[in-house]
C-alpha cells in the first residue's frame, strides 16, 4: 500500500529552484514528523530537512539557507523547496513520515542539477 508519493524532480542547472511534494494519507500525516531524505549513488541516505507536526524544521548544515520545508495540513502534503541548487545536491529523494507507530518511506524523486 502506498501511502507517501513524491513528485517534483527533474532536471534543473546549478542556481535553479525546484519544488518537491509528498502527498501523505491523513492518518499517516496528521500524527508524524515529516522529513526528506536524500541518496546520491553509491553513498548512504542522508537526512535533509525535517518538520514536526507542530511546526519545528531542521535542517542539514549544507542546504541551510537554501532549503525551506513547509507542511500544509489541509492538504496531507510536505514540500522541499530547494533553491540555488548545486550540483553536489543531486540525489534521488526520498518522503518519510516518523511516529511513535514506525515510519514510512515514499519510492524516492530524482533530482539532477547539471548544466
Known amino acids: 500500500q502506498v501511502q507517501l508519493v513524491e513528485s517534483g524532480g527533474g532536471l534543473m542547472q546549478p542556481g535553479g529552484s525546484l519544488r518537491l511534494s509528498c502527498a501523505a494519507s491523513?492518518?499517516?500525516?496528521?500524527?508524524?514528523?515529516m522529513g526528506w531524505y536524500r541518496q546520491a549513488p553509491g553513498k548512504q541516505r542522508d537526512l535533509v530537512a525535517r518538520i514536526t507536526s507542530t511546526g519545528t524544521t531542521n535542517y542539514t548544515d549544507s542546504v541551510k539557507g537554501r532549503f525551506t520545508i513547509s507542511r500544509d495540513n489541509a492538504k496531507n502534503t510536505v514540500y522541499l523547496q530547494m533553491n540555488s541548487l548545486k550540483p553536489e545536491d543531486t540525489a534521488l529523494y526520498y518522503c518519510?513520515?516518523?511516529?511513535?507507530?514506525?515510519?514510512?518511506w515514499g519510492q524516492g524523486t530524482q533530482v539532477t542539477v547539471s548544466s
Open positions: 518519510n513520515a516518523a511516529s511513535l507507530r514506525g515510519q514510512h
Open positions: 491523513r492518518r499517516i500525516f496528521s500524527i508524524s514528523t
